[in-house]
């Protein structure tokens, strides 16, 4: 990464500086020394051979780097969960058996009073959520074990370090927020074609979810609800529209934009046959983030759900979740370049027009073998 603070110096002083990628530059035999090759390179671009690799603009830079750090604290918070899991376990506490999650409310209330000193299971049941499907009992039942101090020792730490981490994330959510609202709006109500950005609609909360004010404010940059889109959400919503930008004239199309992602098929032809196909290994955070969003979906009702359970039926889990991050990436590109917002088919939708597709291709190919193809009467008894 020591090409960054040099990347950033230039580009302020107002030069256009290219961002090669190294396997485009095959170096030439005889060539071993750094002067010989920084004047391959500068003949290279002056002839027009080097592409730049894309980057977005300074403040998208910017947001990227406050989420990818973001997502590093939520990493380094996660093993810590497990530290207290063990601790636990090591005491015979089976907490985790009747809470779905320790992290929840009734966990952290239950570990902060065993980390201040509690020991009676019934009055460390009495702070049970209302909402907790476990019962009192039961959760009292699972407090009864052996309070070794050794490994109390250690539940205190894991539990401190936990809360450490989660206030780093409140403070990064924080400066997230500040860094949006000196964003200014990327489109224009004036617009051919523009509609008013729609207000965001309520989603489920989890611990890692970042507050409900950034779908706002990602709704007034890009003015459409991007976390609307199946599978997306706000968390992956702005981690993709850190990755990719607002300006969608950077790929000319579609499928320029999903080979970009890593999620297009890449071909091996020979004679006009293809021999294979498969996806390109790459590290691009945004189909990443894609992946993510299919896999979400898998057991839903939209309609990207309905997609991807046909595609499993044809070529299993791997395939449908490239299939499927591949079409929400075609979705998000259309409404990030024609502005215009998404509207939910819903499963039942999705198959209503696939059977019209399905239709439609018999009737053009039995057109194609000389038949004609028609619908079937209703019957007296169905009517």
């Given at each position: 990464?020591?090409?960054?603070?040099?990347?950033?110096?230039?580009?302020?002083?107002?030069?256009?500086?290219?961002?090669?990628?190294?396997?485009?530059?095959?170096?030439?035999?005889?060539?071993?020394?750094?002067?010989?090759?920084?004047?391959?390179?500068?003949?290279?671009?002056?002839?027009?051979?080097?592409?730049?690799?894309?980057?977005?603009?300074?403040?998208?830079?910017?947001?990227?780097?406050?989420?990818?750090?973001?997502?590093?604290?939520?990493?380094?918070?996660?093993?810590?969960?497990?530290?207290?899991?063990?601790?636990?376990?090591q005491m015979n506490?089976?907490?985790?058996?009747?809470?779905?999650?320790?992290?929840g409310e009734t966990?952290?209330?239950?570990?902060?009073?065993?980390?201040?000193?509690?020991?009676?299971?019934?009055?460390?049941?009495?702070?049970?959520?209302?909402?907790?499907?476990?019962?009192?009992?039961?959760?009292?039942?699972?407090?009864?074990?052996?309070?070794?101090?050794?490994?109390?020792?250690?539940?205190?730490?894991?539990?401190?370090?936990?809360?450490?981490?989660?206030?780093?994330?409140?403070?990064?959510?924080?400066?997230?927020?500040?860094?949006?609202?000196?964003?200014?709006?990327?489109?224009?109500?004036?617009?051919?074609?523009?509609?008013?950005?729609?207000?965001?609609?309520?989603?489920?909360?989890?611990?890692?979810?970042?507050?409900?004010?950034?779908?706002?404010?990602?709704?007034?940059?890009?003015?459409?609800?991007?976390?609307?889109?199946?599978?997306?959400?706000?968390?992956?919503?702005?981690?993709?529209?850190?990755?990719?930008?607002?300006?969608?004239?950077?790929?000319?199309?579609?499928?320029?934009?999903?080979?970009?992602?890593?999620?297009?098929?890449?071909?091996?032809?020979?004679?006009?046959?293809?021999?294979?196909?498969?996806?390109?290994?790459?590290?691009?955070?945004?189909?990443?983030?894609?992946?993510?969003?299919?896999?979400?979906?898998?057991?839903?009702?939209?309609?990207?759900?309905?997609?991807?359970?046909?595609?499993?039926?044809?070529?299993?889990?791997?395939?449908?979740?490239?299939?499927t991050a591949h079409?929400?990436?075609?979705?998000?590109?259309?409404?990030?370049?024609?502005?215009?917002?998404?509207?939910?088919?819903?499963?039942?939708?999705?198959?209503?027009?696939?059977?019209?597709?399905?239709?439609?291709?018999?009737?053009?190919?039995?057109?194609?073998?000389?038949?004609?193809?028609?619908?079937?009467?209703?019957?007296?008894?169905?009517?």
């Open positions: 990464m020591y090409w960054i603070p040099i990347f950033e110096i230039l580009e302020a002083r107002g030069l256009a500086v290219y961002l090669v990628n190294a396997r485009h530059i095959k170096n030439v035999p005889g060539r071993k020394s750094d002067v010989q090759d920084c004047q391959w390179i500068q003949r290279l671009h002056a002839l027009g051979l080097l592409t730049s690799s894309f980057r977005p603009d300074s403040e998208m830079c910017a947001l990227r780097a406050y989420l990818r750090q973001r997502a590093q604290l939520i990493q380094h918070r996660s093993p810590h969960v497990l530290h207290i899991q063990k601790a636990l376990q506490i089976q907490l985790v058996q009747v809470l779905r999650d320790i992290t966990g952290m209330a239950i570990l902060r009073a065993i980390v201040a000193g509690q020991r009676d299971s019934l009055k460390l049941a009495q702070l049970r959520n209302p909402h907790c499907k476990s019962s009192q009992e039961m959760i009292a039942q699972a407090l009864t074990g052996n309070w070794k101090e050794e490994h109390l020792f250690a539940l205190k730490q894991a539990l401190e370090l936990y809360d450490f981490y989660t206030q780093q994330l409140a403070a990064c959510d924080v400066q997230i927020q500040q860094h949006f609202s000196t964003m200014k709006p990327r489109w224009s109500t004036t617009q051919e074609g523009a509609v008013p950005a729609p207000t965001a609609r309520p989603q489920k909360k989890n611990k890692n979810s970042p507050p409900a004010e950034n779908r706002d404010a990602l709704i007034r940059l890009t003015g459409v609800d991007l976390a609307a889109v199946g599978g997306l959400g706000t968390s992956l919503a702005q981690t993709i529209l850190s990755e990719i930008g607002t300006d969608m004239s950077r790929w000319p199309s579609a499928k320029h934009f999903a080979s970009w992602l890593g999620l297009a098929p890449h071909n091996d032809i020979s004679g006009g046959r293809v021999l294979r196909s498969r996806t390109l290994p790459t590290n691009n955070r945004a189909g990443q983030a894609f992946r993510q969003a299919a896999a979400g979906v898998a057991r839903g009702s939209s309609a990207f759900g309905a997609y991807y359970r046909r595609k499993r039926a044809q070529g299993g889990p791997q395939f449908a979740q490239v299939a079409k929400i990436a075609r979705t998000v590109y259309y409404l990030l370049k024609h502005r215009v917002q998404y509207v939910e088919l819903g499963a039942e939708g999705f198959e209503h027009k696939q059977r019209e597709h399905d239709i439609a291709a018999l009737r053009k190919k039995a057109a194609k073998l000389g038949f004609s193809l028609t619908s079937p009467q209703p019957s007296a008894s169905q009517t």
